[in-house]
C-alpha cells in the first residue's frame, strides 16, 4: 500500500482556472505538508496541518487553499491558476512529536498553460 | 533553522563509500540534522537524522562533528540507484516545524 498517496499525478489546465489536487496517507499521521518545487528544482513548504489545524502558511498568495477533512487528508484547491503556479507539488505527512521525518508523495506535475 | 553549505555536486565510483559533507556552522543546541535524499522525478526520501552521536540505519551512517558545526553522510557501498539530490537540513523538531530544502549535493554515482 502507498503510504502518501496523491491525486492526479499530472494536470494540464489553462490560465484562469481552478483546480484541486488530493492526498492521502494512511500512516496515522497527525501532521501533512504542501511543498511546491519550481522549475529550478527549489522546494519550498507552502503549508502544514496537524490534526486539520493550520500550523504553517509560507506566505503563499490566498488563491491556494489547503482544506483537511480529516488528519488522513490535505488537499490543495488552487483559485485562478497564472503561469507561475506551473511545478510539482509534493504532499507529506510526519507522526509530530517524533521529529521532522517526513514522507513524501510522489509529487503532481501542474503545467498551467 | 541553521543554514548549511553543501558542495554542489560529487561523483563516486559504484562499491565505493560516498561521503557526502556538510556545514552547518550555525547550528543551535536544540536543532537536528537531517539527510533528505531525491532521486528523479520522485517525492523526496528521509536517510537518516541526529542530534549529536553518530548514527546508522540500514540506509547509510551520519557522522557529526563534535562542535556539531559539520557533519557527514556516508552511503557506505553506493549503487547505481544511489544517484540523486541529498539534501542536508537543521531543524528543530515540534509541531509547527519545517523542512527548509537547500540546493543540495547532486551525487552521481558511476560503473
Known amino acids: 500500500d502507498t503510504a502518501v498517496s496523491q491525486t492526479p499525478k499530472y494536470l494540464v489546465t489553462q490560465m484562469g482556472n481552478d483546480k484541486s489536487i488530493k492526498c492521502e496517507q494512511n500512516?496515522?499521521?497527525?501532521?501533512m505538508y504542501w511543498y511546491k518545487q519550481d522549475s529550478k528544482k527549489f522546494l519550498k513548504i507552502m503549508f502544514s496541518?496537524?490534526?486539520?489545524?493550520?500550523?504553517i502558511n509560507e506566505t503563499v498568495p490566498n488563491r491556494f487553499s489547503p482544506k483537511s477533512p480529516d488528519k488522513a487528508h490535505l488537499n490543495l484547491h488552487i483559485n485562478s491558476l497564472e503561469l507561475g503556479d506551473s511545478a510539482v507539488y509534493f504532499c507529506?505527512?510526519?507522526?509530530?512529536?517524533?521529529?521532522?521525518?517526513?514522507?513524501f508523495g510522489p509529487g503532481t506535475r501542474l503545467l498551467v498553460l | 533553522d541553521a543554514k548549511t553549505t553543501q558542495p554542489p555536486s560529487m561523483d563516486c565510483a559504484e562499491g565505493r563509500a560516498a561521503n557526502l559533507p556538510c556545514n552547518h556552522s550555525?547550528?543551535?543546541?536544540?536543532?537536528?540534522v537531517y539527510w533528505y535524499r531525491q532521486i528523479h522525478s520522485q517525492g523526496p526520501q528521509y536517510i537518516i537524522h541526529?542530534?549529536?552521536n553518530n548514527e546508522t540505519n540500514e540506509m547509510a551512517s551520519l557522522i557529526i562533528t563534535e562542535d556539531r558545526k559539520s557533519s557527514t553522510l556516508i552511503l557506505p557501498h553506493a549503487t547505481l540507484r544511489d544517484t540523486a539530490v541529498y539534501y542536508c537540513i537543521v531543524t528543530f523538531t515540534g509541531t509547527a516545524s519545517k523542512l527548509t530544502f537547500g540546493t543540495g549535493t547532486r551525487l552521481q554515482v558511476t560503473l
Open positions: 496541518y496537524n490534526n486539520k489545524e493550520l500550523i
Open positions: 550555525t547550528i543551535s543546541g536544540n536543532e537536528y
Open positions: 500512516l496515522g499521521h497527525d501532521t
Open positions: 541526529g542530534l549529536k
Open positions: 507529506a505527512s510526519s507522526q509530530s512529536g517524533s521529529g521532522e521525518t517526513q514522507y
